[in-house]
């Protein structure tokens, strides 16, 4: 699970980080940051790539471990 208070980038595997959908520029933000930016008006394209990243990244992970057996 997500915590608000941990950088995005200790929340996000390496293999993930090389994903379209990975910002270095974000990943020293929080993902309260993160959130708060996805979530504005108009939302930050950036922050929503990076908080289905960070809250997708167990099930991408395990697509990819199948995708390489």
């Given at each position: 699970?997500?915590?608000?208070?941990?950088?995005?980038?200790?929340?996000?595997?390496?293999?993930?980080k090389?994903?379209?959908?990975?910002?270095?520029?974000?990943?020293?933000?929080?993902?309260?940051?993160?959130?708060?930016?996805?979530?504005?008006?108009?939302?930050d394209?950036?922050?929503?790539?990076?908080?289905?990243?960070?809250?997708?990244?167990?099930?991408?992970?395990?697509k990819?471990?199948?995708?390489?057996?």
């Amino acid at each position: 699970m997500a915590k608000d208070d941990q950088k995005a980038d200790d929340q996000i595997p390496g293999s993930l980080k090389r994903s379209k959908s990975y910002h270095s520029d974000y990943g020293g933000k929080t993902y309260g940051e993160i959130k708060q930016l996805a979530s504005a008006r108009p939302p930050d394209r950036k922050a929503r790539q990076m908080k289905k990243l960070i809250e997708q990244a167990e099930r991408l992970q395990d697509k990819e471990r199948r995708h390489r057996s």
